[in-house]
């Protein structure tokens, strides 16, 4: 999962973010939170997004962006030369997270998984846990 990364605040929700990961067939699973002040409670949505790639200007890049707790809430968010969503959030405030996030989102891709490695290994522990009782294993161990 990618780190939480900010969105630009907005009249009504100070405190605005998302993450995203890689998911299946070229989808990604994002996150998008906010709150309207930083110590009030946040409200998390899980969303899927695919990219839509039929009938797109070359300057416009179009997804669908789907509601994984109500899947009849899909979004199209066109990002690129102009912005728009389908919402009512954007037809009411001209923005919205969901334009936010993609846009923040095609402008820094989101890589597979690295794996990370653990310090200290499980041969490591092993290694020294007889030191932590005081107790040195005999020579050839």
Do not use: N
Not at 108 to 120: G, L, R
């Amino acid at each position: 999962m990618l780190a939480k990364r900010q969105l630009p605040a907005t009249k009504t929700h100070r405190c605005r973010w998302y993450s995203a990961k890689p998911a299946p067939e070229g989808r990604y699973s994002l996150v998008i939170g906010q709150a309207k002040t930083e110590t009030s409670r946040e409200s998390v949505d899980e969303y899927l997004i695919e990219e839509d790639h039929v009938d797109t200007p070359k300057e416009v890049r179009t997804f669908f962006v789907a509601k994984q707790s109500d899947w009849s809430e899909i979004y199209r968010v066109r990002v690129g030369r102009y912005t728009h969503c389908t919402c009512q959030g954007h037809s009411t405030h001209r923005t919205c997270k969901h334009v936010d996030a993609v846009l923040d989102l095609t402008c820094h891709p989101v890589e597979e998984d690295v794996p990370v490695s653990v310090w200290p290994s499980a041969e490591q522990i092993q290694d020294d846990s007889a030191w932590d009782f005081g107790y040195r294993p005999p020579i050839g161990l």
